[in-house]
């Protein structure tokens, strides 16, 4: 029973699971902002822009999982946050380390669609499917900023470029 006498309907693996995932989500949150703060130190305001939104996504993602936790009985357990990283040695480094991190997520979320699915927890799947297509999404934008990256390579003007480009993302409202 949790608070209120209202019974849990999750299952106590999967509510672990999930809180576990609430950290690696508000670990990506931080992770995105010491790049934002790297990138502006840099003069890069744009390529700081991006990760400021998407630290701002990250940190959405882990209150659907928050949120999902509460709704379906199971008790939020917050975790400490390690500290990310805080240098890199250039944009497309910080690119490629996004890239790296966004991959990591994409198997966790896979790891976690097949743990739900061992317990038959359908409502848990169903949740999950939307952060499956959403990692291919975010799989796909990094790496297209890699590619650009790489093919403008060390040379300024192209970084310039690729940073206005990036000034123009704006904060993204997912849904609840």
């Known amino acids: 029973m949790r608070a209120g006498g209202f019974p849990t309907v999750i299952d106590d693996r999967i509510a672990q699971e999930f809180n576990d995932h609430i950290r690696v989500e508000m670990a990506s949150s931080h992770l995105y902002l010491s790049m934002a703060a790297w ?45 990310p990283d805080q240098d890199w040695d250039s944009p497309l480094a910080v690119f490629e380390a996004a890239q ?10 896979n790891t976690l669609v097949d743990t739900v699915m061992s317990v038959r927890d359908h409502a848990a799947n169903a949740f ?33 470029l690729v ?3 990036l000034q123009q993302r704006e904060a993204t409202r997912l849904p609840a």
């Open 39 to 83: 990138c502006e130190s840099h003069g890069l305001p744009g390529f700081s822009n991006w990760m400021r939104r998407q630290a701002e996504e990250e940190h959405q993602h882990a209150l659907k999982f928050f949120n999902f936790l509460l709704t379906r009985g199971g008790r939020v357990r917050l975790a400490d946050i390690p500290a």
């Open 100 to 109: 790296i991190h966004e991959a990591e997520v994409s198997q966790r979320i």
């Open 128 to 160: 999950l499917q939307w952060f499956v297509n959403e990692q291919v999404e975010e799989e796909a934008s990094v790496g297209d900023v890699v590619n650009r990256l790489r093919l403008v390579g060390s040379e300024g003007r192209g970084i310039l």
């Open 163 to 165: 940073d206005q480009e």
